[in-house]
Nanobody, 122 residues
């Protein structure tokens, strides 16, 4: 099971930290990704972390502003979001997959959380 938290309302330029708490499995042995879906738009990949080599990927729209990070002791993956923009407004989801390959920002993940709302507005 994956449970996201940390969403909320933030002003443009602000920061948030999203959490993805895993239970029932050790997230260290899974690729973990963050996706988002804005109203009327398709779900898109934001960032992912590969379990095998620790490599990460970011969508061009968030590179340099967002950071994905793992906390093994807490079985949690974080998404640190800085310099937020109104266009970052969306429901953010985390997802997990067995590490058959390095992680990728595609939708074919096996396990999904319920999402957390992020709203960037003044």
């Amino acid at each position: 099971q994956l449970v996201e938290s940390g969403g909320g309302l933030v002003q443009p330029g602000g920061s948030l930290r999203l959490s993805c708490q895993a239970s029932g499995f050790d997230s260290d042995y899974y690729n973990i990704a963050w996706f988002r879906q804005a109203p009327g738009k398709e779900r898109e990949g934001v960032s992912c972390s590969s379990s095998t080599d620790g490599s990460t990927q970011y969508a061009d729209s968030v590179r340099g502003r967002f950071t994905i990070s793992r906390d093994s002791a807490k079985n949690t993956v974080y998404l640190y979001m800085n310099r937020l923009k109104p266009e970052d407004t969306a429901v953010y989801y985390c997802a997990a997959e067995a590490p058959l390959n390095l992680c990728a920002l595609r939708l074919e993940y096996d396990h999904w959380g319920q999402g957390t709302q992020v709203t960037v507005s003044s």
